[in-house]
């Protein structure tokens, strides 16, 4: 008997042009691959390793030094070429020259049904894959010493162009099935796994096991982990749930299953400014350019805009780049770096808008291909409705904005900042009139709260 669906009423679907073809091809590898610290909100990493060292999958590179449990190991066998530094010497990047193949680090096969908590944390951790799991508050990397009242799993997409997770997770169903075991072992409470009610047909999802399945109908953000936890089990101040993706499951999956770090995931390359279309296998850190290499329209450079992630929450990344540690996909949309004299008033059936200012209204079935003018700049900020079409949570986001503006962390609490990351708002301030940049404000109130708390 299927569960009950919980309907998404509030929310948007961007209609991009350029979805990924359900074609897979396995990349070469490439050239250089980098870890970012930046991709872990709030980590300061401390080198474990000499610059000219080999490494393997599974090798030591650095540690969190505010939570030393935590480590980050190499993705590939070869050597560690450098660091790339910014401001302060602050580090950028961990850059590792591979070899042509890969001599896995063992950490021993194991079933985690048989193993007691302690042990499926140590060995997770001693993989560094430990990283994939996250937690909320804060969306940053999980506490191994808290114990979460559940942990959650989305296996849909509903970002724009996002990829299909039942296609991602098609062969590797046993290895999903071990990865949800092990993250059993990790809680006293339940793993939840949310899956769409009419697109997620996979038997990995649907007859999943040690899991609690939920299903959803509606627009984004409905596949967001934040919007599914308000739906299923609010985060209220002193709760902890953590959360990680498909891939991350599998990657856990083969830990126990092989013993190994293996790497390896799929990223989907999208966009209008692509010519190819599709979905690459590649082992994660690995440069954008092998992924876009032939595979964009003939445009000039300063005419498109690469993004690692979805358009909505993803970084701009250049040509010589690496994907993010998270990101199961590539963006590759306009710029928009060309005025247009009265483009506002003009009007048009080809652009998209989420009132009536143009005719694109009476074509609901049509997809755009939108750049990243925001056109205009920044406006007061007013109350005007508009966040709340969007935003399928029951918290006022304006309000909670201002407070956090306002640096009252007292009002924030009431107002349910524990319950949000900056990706739950990301449609707030893609329709937001004020051009007010509200994920950035949502990060910095995550991050004073977690000062004042931690």
């Known amino acids: 008997m299927m569960s009950k669906v919980i309907k998404i009423r509030k929310g948007l679907n961007i209609p991009l042009i350029g979805e990924a073809e359900k074609i897979l091809t396995t990349l070469p590898r490439s050239n ?7 991709d872990f909100h709030g980590l300061t990493p401390k080198m474990l390793i000499n610059e000219g060292e080999k490494v393997k999958p599974g090798t030591p590179l650095f540690k969190d030094k505010y939570n030393e449990d935590v480590i980050f190991t190499s993705p590939v066998s070869g050597t560690f070429s450098g660091l790339i530094r910014g401001d302060k010497r602050k580090i950028l990047e961990v850059q590792i020259k591979p070899e042509e193949t890969d001599d896995y680090v063992d950490f021993g096969a194991r079933d985690p049904l048989s193993l007691d908590r302690a042990e499926v944390v140590s060995k997770i951790l001693q993989s560094g894959l430990w990283p994939v799991i996250r937690q909320r508050p804060y969306s940053v990397i999980a506490k191994t010493s808290d114990n979460p009242k559940s942990i959650f799993v989305a296996a849909f997409s509903s970002v724009p162009l996002g990829p299909d997770l039942d296609f991602i997770v098609n062969g590797q169903e046993a290895t999903f099935q071990t990865g949800l075991n092990a993250l059993s072992k990790l809680t006293n409470g339940k793993v939840h796994l949310s899956l769409h009610n009419e697109n997620s047909i996979s038997k990995a999802y649907t007859d999943a096991k040690n899991v609690e399945i939920h299903y959803f109908k509606g627009p984004h953000p409905a596949g967001n982990v934040g919007i599914q936890i308000h739906h299923i089990d609010p985060i209220n101040k002193g709760d902890v749930v953590w959360y990680l993706d498909v891939q991350g499951v599998i990657m856990i999956g083969r830990l126990f299953e092989k013993g190994i770090y293996d790497a390896r995931k799929i990223v989907a390359l999208v966009g209008s400014e692509a010519s190819n279309q599709r979905y690459f296998k590649l082992i994660n850190g690995a440069c954008v350019k092998s992924v876009i290499e032939n595979n964009l329209k003939p445009n000039d450079s300063n005419d498109i805009r690469i993004i690692s992630g979805d358009v909505l929450s993803g970084s701009i990344v250049s040509n010589d780049g690496f994907i993010g540690f998270y990101d199961q996909m590539i963006s590759v949309i306009p710029e928009g770096n060309k005025p247009e004299f009265v483009g506002w008033i003009t009007p048009q059936l080809n652009k998209f808008s989420i009132s009536r200012t143009f005719f ?20 007061p900020f007013v109350v005007t409705g508009q966040y709340e079409k969007v935003l399928p949570m029951d918290i006022y986001p304006v309000q909670l904005l201002k407070a956090i503006l306002a640096g009252d962390i007292e009002l924030m609490e009431k107002l349910g900042i524990y319950e949000v990351a900056p990706e739950d708002l990301a449609l707030c301030e893609f329709v937001c009139s004020s051009k007010t940049e509200v994920q950035h404000i949502i990060r910095e109130g995550l991050d004073l709260i977690k000062k004042e708390f931690e």
């Open 32 to 38: 250089v691959y980098s870890i970012k610290p930046a």
């Open 360 to 379: 694109s209204f009476l074509t609901p079935w049509k997809k755009y291909r939108i750049d990243t003018n925001i056109r205009s700049g920044e406006r």
